[in-house]
């Protein structure tokens, strides 16, 4: 995968966003503001691009230029035909396959997704094609931090759905005017008392509870998280090392807002579900596996199982997980999530589908495919940091 999940390896980076001014307690400019991104970070280093939203992610099995109902392009068709991968987000496969899927994934109580049989449908070359769309199969079945309200349930109307998308972007925009109030209330109550007062056990409380909420940001300016932290909680500790800390949340929370109108989330157009940012955590999710039984490599994966490697060589990646959806002959869909460069843990543009072949299909296999991209990240992780 072009944006493969690092998180094993215990590294992390950061990437810049955009500078903002703002008013109040962030008043002024950020030199710079940067967003903890985890291990995927080391892909940015090593000069590896994020991903573009509308192009496929490269797979084994090129299709000849078939066209689809609109007249675009589609990145990969399995053998029989049966399954269309078109990019990274949208993919087809005959009514039948879309059926017996469903048939499959309903009768494993421990999968929490079905495919959706009320899904448009399409001429494809000639062929009936019927969108390929994930859905849980109750609201019962969507687990925390999730939220019901903002994903795609079995039986959802076209209303519903668009309803639940605009929920959710918005949802997104308010959780962080939430968090910038917060921080603007408490810098205006501390600034009240003066900088050289001591700081209170409920504000020191206070404060580390907003920085907790914003963990997902980083730190402009010098100095890192845990040095502020470790001033904030020193005996003796002022209110003018909470201000400090306050005034950067506050710059954050709004230098966010700015990023998140223009993000891949906020880009979205069609209600898809929610995954981690982890391609174990998403595989575990929709499987319903635990972490033991997913961690084992499946010769023929059916619809609610996994496709899984373990790297012989751990120089780059450790090992990935994928979900099967979709079965047609020796090839498979699945949708899998891998470490990428957004700030959220969870987040609806981070799912993506895929197609491999049969286990003993060469090149062409999941097995295969993933050695191939762990062996070039691990030759750029050398290039970068050396033997």
Request: proline share 4%; aromatic share 6%; net charge negative.
């Amino acid at each position: 995968m072009q944006a493969h999940d690092e998180q094993h390896h215990g590294v992390q980076g950061r990437s810049p966003v955009r500078t903002a001014a703002v008013d109040g307690a962030a008043g002024g400019s950020i030199a710079y503001l940067q967003r903890t991104v985890g291990n995927a970070a080391v892909g940015r280093l090593l000069g590896q691009d994020r991903p573009a939203r509308d192009h496929a992610v490269p797979v084994q099995r090129y299709a000849e230029q078939v066209p689809d109902a609109t007249g675009g392009q589609f990145a990969a068709v399995s053998d029989n035909g049966g399954i269309v991968l078109k990019d990274r987000s949208t993919a087809y496969a005959t009514p039948e396959l879309v059926g017996r899927a469903a048939e499959q994934l309903d009768r494993l109580e421990r999968v929490a997704v079905t495919l959706d049989p009320a899904a448009p449908t399409a001429m494809v070359d000639g062929r009936q094609m019927q969108l390929v769309r994930v859905v849980y199969k109750s609201a019962d079945k969507v687990r925390a931090p999730l939220r019901a309200a903002h994903e795609p349930v079995l039986g959802d109307s076209d209303e519903s759905r668009r309803d639940k998308l605009k929920a959710y972007q918005q949802a997104r925009v308010d959780d962080w005017v939430r968090n910038n109030a917060e921080v603007t209330v408490l810098y205006q109550e501390l600034s009240r008392k003066g900088p050289t007062a001591r700081l209170t056990l409920p504000e020191v409380g206070r404060t580390t509870g907003l920085i907790s909420k914003t963990v997902g940001l980083a730190w402009g300016g010098t100095g890192g998280r845990e040095e502020r932290l470790r001033a904030l909680n020193a005996p003796g500790a002022t209110v003018q090392a909470a201000l400090d800390l306050l005034q950067e949340l506050a710059r954050a929370c709004a230098n966010r807002l700015i990023e998140i109108s223009g993000d891949a989330e906020s880009a979205l157009r069609q209600l898809v579900i929610t995954v981690p940012n982890d391609c174990k955590q998403t595989a575990m999710r929709l499987t319903g596996l635990s972490p033991e039984s997913l961690s084992r490599e499946v010769d023929r994966p059916e619809p609610g199982d996994q496709h899984y490697v373990d790297f012989e060589h751990k120089d780059g990646w450790e090992n990935h997980f994928a979900c099967v959806v979709v079965r047609d002959g020796d090839d498979t869909l699945t949708y899998e999530a891998a470490a990428d460069f957004a700030a959220e843990e969870f987040g609806k543009a981070l799912g993506y589908f895929a197609m491999y072949g049969a286990s003993s299909d060469g090149a062409q296999s999941f097995k295969a495919v993933m050695h191939g991209k762990n062996e070039e990240y691990a030759d750029r992780k050398r290039e970068a940091f050396g033997p």
